[in-house]
């Protein structure tokens, strides 16, 4: 496969990496962007899972808490009266 770059800001940065002496070639810098970018969507993926099986324990929370009998709602109208 050959991949042409031709935005002069990309190719500027993939020479600031190869530069740095972090990268071998290139090719290496790219796969490590890739690596890097696939990280990063895992990680928003879990974090909006756990957000999401939250949410969902939090309404079943909601509908099945009681104290004594009462839901929470009952026992605020309860102490405002």
Request: no cysteine; proline share 1%.
């Amino acid at each position: 496969m050959t991949i042409q770059i031709t935005s002069p800001e990309v190719e500027a940065l993939i020479n600031q990496r190869l530069q740095s002496g972090e990268f071998k070639d290139a090719e290496d810098v790219i796969l490590q962007a890739l690596q890097s970018a696939s990280a990063h969507a895992q990680e928003r993926a879990f974090d909006k899972r756990r957000a999401q099986e939250a949410a969902r324990r939090i309404r079943e929370l909601r509908k099945g808490v009681t104290l004594g009998g009462l839901t929470i709602r009952q026992l605020i109208d309860e102490g405002r009266r």
